[in-house]
């Protein structure tokens, strides 16, 4: 069973928006750093969004000004907010979780090594 679970995610049009949610269980406290990854089909997985326990939040530059990563600790619950979405968005989304606060600070954006615990992801598909 996975540790966290993604959901959310769905087809859209061009220029729409989704909202993904991870419930990250006991994860989800202020101690894990959170992020959000995505895989497309032929490609490795990329960083998008990370945000550390105190909700301070980094971002890819592919992605900067068009995503929000939030968090609610007591909700134990991680939120990505994606708007002007394209079909180039499209794969597998997932939610990780790393005891490496650091991680959530880079900013670059989450590195896809050093997060150990991850959920099964929730699909993304843009069409034109």
């Known amino acids: 069973q996975a540790e966290l679970e993604e959901s959310g995610g769905g087809s859209v049009q061009a220029g729409g928006s989704l909202r993904l949610s991870c419930a990250a269980d006991?994860?989800?406290?202020?101690?894990?750093?959170l992020a959000w990854f995505r895989q497309a089909p032929g490609k490795e997985r990329e960083g998008i969004a990370g945000?550390?326990?105190?909700?301070?939040?980094t971002y890819a530059d592919f992605m900067k000004g068009r995503v929000t990563v939030s968090r609610d600790n007591a909700k134990n619950t991680l939120y990505l907010q994606m708007s002007s979405l394209t079909p180039e968005d499209t794969g597998k989304y997932f939610c990780?979780?790393?005891?490496?606060?650091?991680?959530?600070?880079?900013?670059?954006?989450?590195?896809?090594?050093?997060?150990?615990?991850w959920g099964r992801g929730t699909q993304v598909t843009v069409s034109s």
């Open positions: 990780a979780a790393t005891l490496f606060e650091r991680l959530c600070r880079d900013p670059r954006g989450p590195p896809t090594r050093g997060f150990s615990y």
């Open positions: 006991r994860y989800g406290n202020s101690a894990y750093c």
């Open positions: 945000v550390a326990g105190d909700g301070f939040a």
